[in-house]
């Protein structure tokens, strides 16, 4: 598996809510996807893929997928989050308002084919 993500001491936004009404993304969301977007190694992955998430949070575990992927997917290490057939994430909880940490890995799933 190739570490794709790897961010420690970060303050996760609300990531409950994706949309802002009529009006897109909400900012936490984009502040937060673009973090991820910026810190992602830039490689390509062939699919189908398998994905490893190690977080440190206090939020629900589910809230952190969606930007996750579509952050791999914006940056190209994924060619389509349809494409992913295998999600493993751990959660590690931390109290309200520490810091956390998040560790992504990707890899071709190769051993389905």
Known sequence: MELIISLSEIKFGSLNKKYYGNFGLTKEYRS?????????????????YSILITVSMYQDIDNIIK?????????????????????????????RGELGSICVFVDNMKFWE
């Open 32 to 48: 937060f996807k673009d973090l991820l977007i910026a810190s992602a190694k830039k490689i390509k992955i062939k699919p189908p």
């Open 67 to 95: 930007p996750i992927l579509d952050a791999l997917q914006t940056k190209g290490v994924i060619d389509n989050d349809k494409n992913v057939h295998h999600i493993n994430i751990s959660k590690y909880p931390i109290k």
